[in-house]
């Protein structure tokens, strides 16, 4: 068994375990931007909190982050309201799918918790509060710069229109809220900047760069920043490791054993704590939406590092 310390041959390892099932699993094609994607893409890359890097694959290639984007909307938003955002969206896992209406419809307008759409919508709805459309995108696209450390991420915009153009179950999610007073910004304003932040593009380099902050506490472990509390980090990492991969997270949980956030992009992004942030991407999908060689290879990897926390 390779020796944690060793990263890159952890990565390499995982890279290799992977390519055999590369192609598996079925690319998301509700917008051709992503439908257009090669399945056959992998990348991995972890940053560690003594600030060692390692990867494999096409670390350097962009793609559509997606639901993970929720994982940094989430800490804005705490860090903005502290436990007052808990009044507007639960912290229970929802046993539905990510975008389930059935459920915000029964429990009133209270979306299970911030990782499925409702729950982000809202989510992003309290970031709104403090500004306008395009101050509040900038706001997010300069949190995921500031955090990976890298001026050049942007917003996809052929895949934000064509989220707008398909999005009919999240806009009916946010009439759901609205309805049910959990909404307090237009609809079609908080669809937006939800649309946008799903269309933020980046590699896993950057994204698992931009996650360390959650594997030591809330303090970035490189620039020494405070990007949120102790208490809020831990917080975020509970409901990643029982929200993160939507109906499936117990399994993600059993298989893998880290907070994870998965996107329909393909990119999974998984926290040790006190050890490392991770990230990969492979874009084909299991039946729960979440990434399937993705979610192979981080249970790969905990297998080789003994990261998982159980
Ligand atoms: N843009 C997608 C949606 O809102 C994001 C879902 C996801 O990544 N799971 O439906």
């Known amino acids: 068994m390779s020796q944690p310390e060793d990263l890159p041959a952890i990565v390499a390892q995982v890279h290799h375990d992977m390519q055999r099932h590369l192609g598996r699993g079925k690319v998301a094609d509700y917008i051709p931007a992503l439908a257009r994607i090669d399945p056959r893409n992998f990348a991995i890359s972890i940053v560690t909190c003594d600030g060692r890097t390692a990867s494999a694959g096409l670390a350097h290639v962009p793609f559509s982050i997606q639901s993970i984007s929720k994982v940094f909307t989430l800490t804005m938003a705490l860090n903005r309201l502290g436990g007052a955002l808990w009044s507007r969206v639960w912290r229970e896992p929802s046993g539905s799918r990510f975008n389930s209406i059935v459920q915000l419809e029964q429990e009133k307008g209270i979306p299970r918790n911030p990782l499925i759409n ?67 910004s237009p609809v079609e304003d908080v669809l937006r900047v939800y649309f946008h932040q799903c269309a933020i593009r980046m590699n896993t380099r950057q994204l698992a760069r931009a996650g360390l902050y959650l594997a030591n506490r809330g303090v970035d472990p490189i620039s020494l920043g405070r990007v949120t509390t102790p208490f809020k980090s831990r917080r975020i990492n509970a409901v990643m490791m029982t929200c993160g991969h939507y109906d499936a997270s117990g399994d993600f949980a059993c298989r893998v054993g880290l907070p994870g956030k998965s996107g329909v992009g393909g990119g999974i992004l998984a ?37 998982s926390v159980f």
């Open 118 to 184: 409702a729950g982000a919508l809202a989510v992003t709805d309290a970031l709104l509060a403090a500004g306008d459309v395009d101050k509040t995108i900038d706001s997010i696209r300069a949190f995921l710069r500031r955090l990976a450390g890298d001026p050049s991420i942007v917003i996809d915009e052929e895949v934000a229109e064509s989220e707008a153009d398909t999005g009919f179950r999240n806009a009916s999610l946010a009439n759901f809220l609205r309805a049910f007073d959990n909404l307090q």
């Open 271 to 307: 926290i040790a704590p006190r050890k490392a942030s991770i990230c990969v991407w492979s874009p084909g999908l299991n039946a729960w939406g979440n990434s399937l060689v993705g979610s192979m290879a981080l249970q790969r990897l905990t297998a080789l590092t003994g990261w």
